[in-house]
């Protein structure tokens, strides 16, 4: 008997993709971060452009929402006897409502749910903005290691889990509480060998542990930014394409509005030296897609799975981080004891990821009862029962009628002796 089974889903095909672009760009970032420096003097500001892009990349979805508009246009004209009017038995007429008012109806009930997504979205991404405004001349080297990433991304998992079983009322059944249980372990793991990193390495801990504690709380916020979000899913009936878009424009005025207080106040008399030009422009093209692809496809797998589900997308981060780790090593000349703690690093991180995919039932393991409540089996089983139902009935029916047949023969029987 298989012990772990795999449930397919079609629409993996978003994590894989995303996980593919994230590793490329992490892998460029930290191996050739002097390409993404539009700014070279000033972090601070670098990153409010790198935050300005992300905005730029939301906005992209206005070309999708545009498709989604004109192909549901065609639709209802090519059906166009489902967008006739009808008349209803009293004789009054009635015109069928279509997805599109059924879109901006929701919209207009759900505008504070989008406030409070775009002013997370905006506070999240302007995390590193902040840290480099408070922390001035510190520079990307100091602080974009593994062992920080690794910390904050397992607080964004665990938060995930507790949002969704405090706003959706999950249960937790006995393959979540396995699937925690891993994490914990790993973390448990993984989080003391990132120490010993920070400590016995070229690293500013004092600054590492000060960036940390900053992004600890992105770590909470972006978890509950998509905890919303998902609820505005299931509850308005927005479009991840829709909803992006709209993002998108609340996060521009924001901008439009701070921006130039941040000029006026901060960067007036600040002369800002950048990179070069071409190098400069193919990076924010390139980053600019690539930010866009990534932001939808991590939207369409809140909206087809669920919020937690994001915990198997940013684990890539740490995959990333390990990966970019090793290759440095064999890069360098003065190779050092490094090596063993980074395949345990590894290891712990695919185990990470294991238990992510336990959690959102895509991997089903068949012992000790851990799949008697998954989605998949509690299916399989009912189906079963609908099938044994049905035979039960027609092995009753079958019966029913031979009873019928026999009594039928009987009276034939009894008529032909009467007579």
């Known amino acids: 008997m298989v012990c772990i089974t795999f449930n397919y889903n079609k629409n993996l095909i978003y994590a894989i993709v995303y996980w593919v672009l994230e590793i490329i760009t992490r892998i460029l970032i930290f191996f050739k971060w002097d390409y993404f420096e539009i700014i070279t003097n000033n972090e601070a500001v670098n990153e409010y452009i790198y935050l300005i892009l992300l905005n730029i990349s939301d906005l992209l979805a206005g070309f999708l929402v545009l498709y989604i508009h004109f192909s549901l246009k065609k639709k209802q004209e090519n059906e166009s006897t489902e967008n006739q009017l009808i008349r209803s038995e009293t004789g009054t007429e009635v015109e069928l409502i279509t997805e599109e008012v059924k879109y901006h109806n929701k919209v207009n009930k759900s505008k504070i749910k989008l406030i409070i997504i775009c002013l997370l979205d905006y506070l999240n991404r302007s995390a590193f903005f902040i840290f480099y405004q408070s922390y001035k001349g510190s520079k990307h080297d100091d602080i974009s290691h593994k062992a920080q990433k690794d910390i904050i991304t397992y607080l964004d998992i665990i938060a995930r889990y507790v949002f969704s079983i405090i706003f959706f009322k999950t249960k937790v ?126 939207l369409k797998v809140i909206y087809f799975f669920s919020s937690q589900s994001v915990s198997f997308l940013i684990i890539s981060e740490s995959i990333t981080g390990s990966i970019s780790e090793i290759i440095n090593y064999w890069l360098s000349d003065n190779k050092d004891d490094k090596l063993s703690l980074l395949f345990i690093e590894i290891t712990v991180i695919l185990i990470t990821t294991f238990g992510t995919l336990v959690y959102d039932e895509i991997i089903i393991i068949k012992k000790c009862g851990l799949d008697l409540n998954v989605a998949k089996e509690i299916t399989m089983r009912a189906k079963i029962e609908v099938d044994n139902i049905s035979v039960c009935v027609k092995e009753e029916e079958h019966e029913t009628d031979e009873e019928e047949k026999i009594k039928n023969n009987n009276e034939e029987n009894d008529e032909t002796i009467y007579e």
């Open 173 to 298: 059944f006995k393959h979540h509480k396995f699937a925690i249980f891993i994490l914990l372990i790993s973390f448990i793991i993984l989080i003391p060998t990132d120490i010993l990193e920070i400590h016995f390495s070229k690293i500013d801990a004092e600054l590492t542990y000060i960036y940390i504690a900053i992004f600890s709380i992105r770590g909470i916020l972006f978890p509950l930014e998509d905890v919303i979000v998902k609820k505005v899913f299931l509850e308005e009936y927005i479009l991840p394409e829709h909803l992006m878009f709209l993002r998108g424009l609340g996060e521009f005025l924001i901008i439009l509005i701070i921006t130039p207080f941040l000029y006026f106040f901060l960067y007036n008399n600040v002369d800002l030296e950048f990179g070069k030009t071409v190098t400069i422009i193919l990076m924010i093209i390139l980053y600019t897609i690539s930010s866009f692809v990534k932001a939808y496809l991590l």
